[in-house]
Nanobody, 137 residues
Framework: QVQLVESGGGSVQAGGSLRLTCAVF?????????MGWFRQAPGQEREGVAS????????YYADFVRGRFTISHDDAKNIMFLQMSSLKPEDSGMYYC?????????????????????????????WGQGTQVTVST
């Protein structure tokens, strides 16, 4: 059984920064290895923001956040981060942490995992409850 808990959301003015945190709680015999961030605005579908295959690969970033957001994972503490800077009002929404044993939507190139498409909600079996991000003008 896996539990994900997000934190770090809040309200910020356009151009500001926030850091989201996802704490992972799992049994000793199972750990999620693929992790990602999704966001969802009211009335919109959930969309992939960034994903990482812990310990390997090149992180995935959606085009609308590349250069502004950074995803990272602390392997020792089982904590995933999303550092968000230069925030825009359109970044507002509920941000969800997701995890699964393996990543989907990419391919192995040597020892690196490279994403071939945007992650989908169905790629992940475990989800957090979400944390709200609001960016004002």
């Amino acid at each position: 059984q896996v539990q994900l808990v997000e934190s770090g959301g809040g309200s910020v003015q356009a151009g500001g920064s926030l850091r989201l945190t996802c704490a992972v709680f799992s049994g000793v015999t199972y750990n999620p290895y693929c992790m990602g961030w999704f966001r969802q605005a009211p009335g919109q579908e959930r969309e992939g923001v960034a994903s990482i295959y812990t310990g390997v690969g090149v992180p995935y970033y959606a085009d609308f956040v590349r250069g502004r957001f950074t995803i990272s994972h602390d392997d020792a503490k089982n904590i995933m981060f999303l550092q968000m800077s230069s925030l825009k009002p359109e970044d507002s929404g509920m941000y969800y942490c997701a995890a699964d044993l393996v990543c989907r939507g990419g391919s192995w190139y040597g020892s690196s995992y490279i994403w071939d498409r945007s992650p989908r909600p169905g790629d992940f079996g475990y989800w957090g409850q979400g944390t709200q991000v609001t960016v004002s003008t």
